[in-house]
């Protein structure tokens, strides 16, 4: 597979060993931008007890930002590395914490099961 970068950098041109197809797949920073505000983990991720990171919320809604900047075009090329590796830290802190929330999920639906409830059943 050769992977190639869009114009807009949110987007990768992927050409699979079939002659001729190719397919534009979303990159990191685009997928994470995307995701539904519901997804929000309740739980810091590892190493931000201090401050150092920002909230998932306010992660997210700066990376949405920044794509947006990074989509309407315009920038030289130096802010838009810039902006890409402010993306990059941004993505890695809301999938932290997404990661987070899912590892909080399955220890609840875990002691659910072990306190012999049904895995459908209310908590």
Same mark, same amino acid.
């Given at each position: 597979?050769?992977?190639?970068?869009?114009?807009?950098?949110?987007?990768?041109?992927?050409?699979?060993?079939?002659?001729?197809?190719?397919?534009?797949?979303?990159?990191?920073?685009?997928?994470?931008?995307?995701?539904?505000?519901?997804?929000?983990?309740?739980?810091?991720?590892?190493?931000?007890?201090?401050?150092?990171?920002?909230?998932? #919320?306010? @992660? +997210?809604?700066? /990376?949405?930002?920044?794509?947006? &900047?990074? $989509?309407?075009? !315009?920038?030289?090329?130096?802010?838009?590395?810039?902006?890409?590796?402010?993306?990059?830290?941004?993505?890695?802190?809301?999938?932290?914490?997404? #990661?987070? @929330? +899912?590892?909080? /999920?399955?220890?609840?639906?875990? &002691?659910? $099961?072990?306190? !012999?409830?049904?895995?459908?059943?209310?908590?």
């Amino acid at each position: 597979m050769t992977v190639h970068r869009a114009p807009s950098a949110l987007y990768v041109l992927a050409t699979s060993s079939p002659p001729g197809l190719t397919a534009l797949r979303p990159t990191r920073l685009a997928r994470v931008a995307a995701r539904s505000k519901d997804d929000a983990g309740a739980e810091p991720p590892a190493g931000s007890q201090d401050g150092s990171r920002p909230p998932y #919320e306010q @992660a +997210r809604d700066e /990376l949405i930002e920044l794509v947006k &900047r990074l $989509e309407a075009g !315009g920038l030289t090329l130096e802010e838009s590395l810039q902006l890409w590796e402010r993306g990059e830290q941004l993505a890695a802190i809301c999938e932290d914490w997404l #990661e987070g @929330a +899912r590892a909080r /999920l399955a220890t609840a639906l875990a &002691r659910r $099961e072990d306190a !012999g409830r049904e895995p459908g059943a209310p908590f």
